[in-house]
């Protein structure tokens, strides 16, 4: 159950990799894997769940930029946008900060308090 005015994370920045043995990879490009899109959606909503204890009740959009291939760092950033929206966008890591992260995806979602 949700907990009532927790506090919202406004980002997370951990390093995350999907493993090259992940089941969904086999019909996504052998020789080429590409994780697919459902795979990255389902780690933006784990996360954003289990940090602030919020439900996601719809993916309001996203967009897919760039493809993210198994055993490369991303990360996952949200942003609070209006009530119960927020913002988040998935970029390869930069750990060398000298340029602007490549973006993989792009989204809004609504939660449930």
Not at 65 to 87: C, M, R, S, V
Request: charged share 20%; aromatic share 8%.
């Amino acid at each position: 159950m949700p907990i009532k005015n927790s506090p919202l994370i406004k980002s997370i920045n951990l390093n995350m990799v999907i493993d090259e043995h992940h089941p969904s990879l086999d019909g996504h490009f052998p020789g080429n894997p590409v994780v697919p899109g459902v795979v990255i959606l389902d780690q933006v909503m784990h996360l954003w769940q289990v940090e602030n204890r919020q439900t996601i009740n719809k993916i309001l959009h996203t967009k897919f930029i760039h493809p993210l291939h198994p055993e490369i760092i991303y990360n996952i950033q949200y942003t609070p946008k209006a009530l119960q929206k927020i913002d988040f966008v998935v970029t390869l890591s930069n750990e060398k900060k000298e340029t602007i992260p490549t973006v993989i995806c792009k989204g809004l979602f609504s939660y449930d308090e």
